[in-house]
Nanobody, 112 residues
Framework: VQLQASGGGLVQAGGSLRLSCAAS??????MGWYRQVLGKQRELVAT???????NYADSVKGRFTISRTNAKNAVYLQMNSLKPEDTAVYYC?????????WGQGTQVTVSS
């Protein structure tokens, strides 16, 4: 499966961005968003099951919302109250069987 992420950009602290990720076919497994800062490990941001159950990193709880539209094979990440520490490359992900599938990444930069 191919994942195509979009929606990153430059925003001031306190602002909002919405990331989108489109899959090339139907996904019935968990989909998620991860982020990575240069020189650091990729970290989980949020995940969502096919039925809509969600999980968030403590650092984004109350600010970010993950959602998905199964009919469109898409997952979204609404990011509000952005902070400079949210600056990273954001990747969408889904694991099918034992294979992790990653999108190409989209840069989010939050200025102070």
């Amino acid at each position: 499966v191919q994942l195509q992420a979009s929606g990153g950009g430059l925003v001031q602290a306190g602002g909002s961005l919405r990331l989108s990720c489109a899959a090339s076919r139907s996904i019935f497994s968990i989909m998620g968003w991860y982020r990575q800062v240069l020189g650091k490990q990729r970290e989980l941001v949020a995940t969502i099951t096919h039925l809509g159950s969600t999980n968030y990193a403590d650092s984004v709880k109350g600010r970010f919302t993950i959602s998905r539209t199964n009919a469109k094979n898409a997952v979204y990440l609404q990011m509000n109250s952005l902070k400079p520490e949210d600056t990273a490359v954001y990747y969408c992900n889904t694991r099918i069987m034992t294979t992790d599938n990653w999108g190409q990444g989209t840069q989010v930069t939050v200025s102070s």
